[in-house]
């Protein structure tokens, strides 16, 4: 007799008992993560009871934590239990799921369903055991990742608000709808109403209501006090409220406490996958290349299999500006999770700093389809139009990104922009006062304000075109504060006393913003301006004024001459600047009521508008937009570099015509002049 | 303006006092050099002697705060270490309590800051870079931030008063820097650091007006304060009775006072005296080397190339990479014209402290001798940068401009030297000169007039101011004329060319003015000058022909051309004849 034979016989003869014994270590070593030697058992176990539903199904498990998905999928499939069983169908469709065969998948799910109403009083269907006693949540959970991976997000968004109202636990379904911008914010509002709190098996309605409703949108909330839970002190040090607690400051833009806050959660839990978005998102927005560099390594090293792990990676290099290799790392953010929609918004950053308008603009639309709750792929495509000369569509999407965030100032702010460039003043203005009132209104850190410096300078020009000077000027002075030895707001200043006429102080802004960008075209320019001004008014003056240090204020009618001799040089200008348009792809139409100066130098400024905002608000609530906050610099560069071109133009231009002998100070200064010694007197 | 004031006596033993506790708050808070300036104070003092008890009480003074003194031991010998953000971090969980350890925190982050800038600095600018003003800006921000919400800033701790309105004016906050300033002045009278900050935020006799507190003006403090501003706007015979006023209250053993005195004598062109304070200053404290380069300068005025020898080889011995010592050596390199190499050491005086004012200055002038006037108004333009009040550098500038060709630009400069020393005669001809150039005789006149008025150094004004008004107003010109002829005989100099000039358009005028004597004289006094000879010879004619015609009026001038070769065979005649107008009349006929 051999020893398999009296296992046998054994077996046979205590069936039952053996049985139960094997199941119960099959389930030990589950519980012991020793998958491979529960898998062994579990098969012998399938054999020795001729596939009974509970040990294939137990097989299959076992296959499935093993990894070996579609080997636990054909053997579901051999057994055909699904067709019956519920829980059987779901193991299969996800273990298909994970081996990403997607449409097989839903079709199980889709025979399961049509088949469940007539198999369900069976009373031979087995099932698990389980306190609550349902799978259909998760059966919809399923189906709706399925059909998020097969890009049906509207039936995706479905599925997981039946999983939800299914089962109200199913918090994986709620955190689907609201990080992957499913919904706009008033529908995550409605479906927070809808919930069937009532279903709550203990009573801790208020609990779950505030865990859910601290993972709702953000930015609806952007500028009020972030608050911590006082009703649930024990929740304090919860890393998952912690993370939501350092999104709301991110979107406060006080990226000093988002930082500390997410780094706090980090340090803990160094891959905190909610975190680590809004952690990656502080650190490009603080620059700090090195941290960022650090987190991206180390997270390539653990979970190169993760999308976010290279996405850190493309951020890091948009960060220092290497878009070639950000958006290669991207790609293979990509690759991993095609829906991962701020690796998009990333990518169209990265398009949108090297200019690439119409790259730009398609990812950001991919960006737009999948996260169709957020607005800030829509103001970047707005921005994109704006920046491409096409208000009408600019002012559209932004109104549509309106709707979405409708208390983002950001967004009030950009239409402000776009009406400013079509000489929309009045309106432009009113925009931007709205948008002043939204940040004068939030408590703010110095760090927020410095955000917003750009408005404070569109301010600025706005009441500079309507020829409020005073106003303009205070406004200026109020951007020169938060961001000091700005050179493009120093000349704004100047520009504004040019205007005002008050040309000694014209001068002096004009050299301060030249030292602190010696080649700017515009204030060169400008200042030559001002000093022949200054020699022509000297003339008018009485003799007092001549000796005497008294700053001479020019008269209004001085500074109408002024305004006159520059419209007629400008009406030549702006000729040539058209035809010069095409070339540049910036189209410009003449404009009738600006200097030939201020129509180049006022690009540049709406440039910075541009950038300001733009930069800030990149960030999708899930990712919160890393992308956008690296990017404010880098656009801002870019549009001020073009500013300086077209000024440079203009003045390369009246070089030509020779008006005046002498070429711009710049020039002059360049080529050497024939210095005669100095007076010795002067080294006194 | 407020008034030079010294009211009432100072209470020297309340000062000393005030002084030495005063030295102990700055060294605790590693604001050395206050404490430096407190303690050579404090030593000229030495004569005043403090009762037993009081001078016990002041070499007992104690940390306040026991239980930080341990992190503060820590702190403060990491800042004395320069391991500025060692410091900082260590000082962080107190910085709440102590206000000893924040500001010492506070303080180190802005020195870092400093540092920081200035070794990344890839150029010699004072132009800071965006980067460095962000950190500063949080930095303030920070400051702001630890003191509780709605709190008046005026009782915050006046150290941290004077290092926000440090940061300020670095961030170009003028206003706000001055409200912190002032506060600070306010909350402690005896930062001497605040008052010198502050000083720089006075850029024009205007703003003087901001020192309109009684509660700044009653301290003896202030009276330091007016002497240093006084004399940086260049109003030196008020710095002047300031500071001999408080040597006359009991400083005058105050070698700071006595240099400061120094630098004014060199400001209203009394070198010698100047110099003569300054031997006897490096007598009494051999080794100092404070405003040393302001005495080079002016060695190098009065073209002591000796003397600058010994100091540059004094300075070197004592400290070689002092900012001052590189400043001597440059002038040295100066005045024996090896410009590349002054160059070299007033770019070493940069690289030590790039916010060095007269460095700046002097390596414009160093560059307008090489001709390379693009290098020299940058350096110019970082002076003013760095000082408005330095107005070498705005004429500079207005020079640089001048070569190049660009009489607007240099307008613009020469008015704003001319605006911060409004009674220099020199600076008023340059603007004249620019005006001139800029076909603005009216206005040249102007300047040149009170160039005049002035007491014109260079004796040049009135002689331009006469050619301005050669055209628009012949009189006064005549008069000028005269004038600028006197001049060059009372000091007996010649200048063959303009001496003819003026001589021709007297006789011009004259003969317009049917004076004919004095058409003669200076008609006459042309034929000395070769370059006005012919002309005077054809006036001399007209001359004649008109007093033969006399009742007709002017002569006729094709008339008098004609005769033109007649009359030069007289020539040597009158020459040799000066004789009255009628007798060469006759003459010539």
Redesign the interface.
Known sequence: MTMSGINGRNLRNSNNSSNEFYRGMVQAYIEKQDYETACFWADKLVSMNGGMQQDVYTLAKCLYLCGQYHRAANLLQHYSYERSNPHFRCLAARCLYMAKEYQKALEILDTGTRSTQVHRSRSSAWEPADPHKTITAQIFLLKGKIYEAMMNRILAAQNYKEALSADIYCVEAFDLLTQHQMLSTAEEVALLESLPFEKCLNSDVEFLKFMYSSKLKKYPFCGEDVQRPTQFPFLAKNLDVLTSEAERHFYNCDFQMAYKVSSQVTKEDPYHVGCLPVYVACLVEMKRATELFKIAHKLVEVMSESALAWYSVGAYYFLIGRHEQSRRNLNKALTIDPVFGPAWLLFGHSFATEREHDQAMAAYFKATQLMKGCHLPLLHVGLECGLSNNPQLAMKFLDEARLLAPKDPFIRHEMGVVKFNEKKYDEALTLFKETEEFVDRTKH???YL?KWEPLYNNLGHVSRKLKKYEEAQRYHQKA??L????ASTHSAIGLVHAVAGKTENA?ESF?KAL??RRDDAFSTTML?YC??K??EE??NAS?DD????DVVDASDEESQNFAQKYSKKKSLDTTQNQGSSGKRGHPKTPDAGDMPGFLSWFKDSVSKIDSGPGGRSSDGPRHTSTPAAGESSAREKRMLSSGTEESEYITTRRKNRARHS?SS?EG???R????????????? | MPPPTLTGTIDLKTVKKQIVTEYHNCTRRGLTKSAKWLAELNFALNHVKLDSKAASDLSAIHFEQKEYYDTYLLCKSFFDNTEYLRCAFFAEPFSKHCSVLRFLRFYALFLDCEKKRLESMSELTVVSDPKQMEHLSELSHEILASYPEGRDPRQYDPYDLYLLGMISRRLGDIDMATDFLVGAIIGNNNIWGAWVELSFLIVDRKRLTILDIPELQGCWMFQFFSGHIYLELHMNEKALRTYFALQKAGFHKSTYIKSQIAIAYHNVQRVDEAIETFDTLSEEDPYRLDDMDLYSNMLYVKGEKYYLQVLANKAVEIDKYRVETSCIIGNLHSIKREHHKAIEYFERALRINPYYLSAWTLMGHEFMELKNSNAAIQCYREAVEVNRHDYRAWNGLGQTYDILKMPAYSLYYYKQAHNLRPNDSRLLTALGEAYEKLDRPRCAAKCYERAKQLGDIEGLAVLKLAKMQKLTDPDKAAAAYLEYLQEMQANSVTDGDEEGKAHLFLANYNFNKKDFDATYKHAFKCLEYPEVKDEAKALLLKLASAKETDGDGDGDTTRNEGLDMDISTTDDATNNTPTPAAGTDSEAT
């Open positions: 850190s110095g760090a410095k020169l504060l961001c000091p030895a700005n001068i050299h030292s602190l030559r000093i022949e200054l020699v000297s003339n003799d001549i000796v005497a240090s002498e100070s002059e200064r360049n050497s002049g024939n210095a005669s010694s100095s007076d010795a007197e002067e080294n006194e």
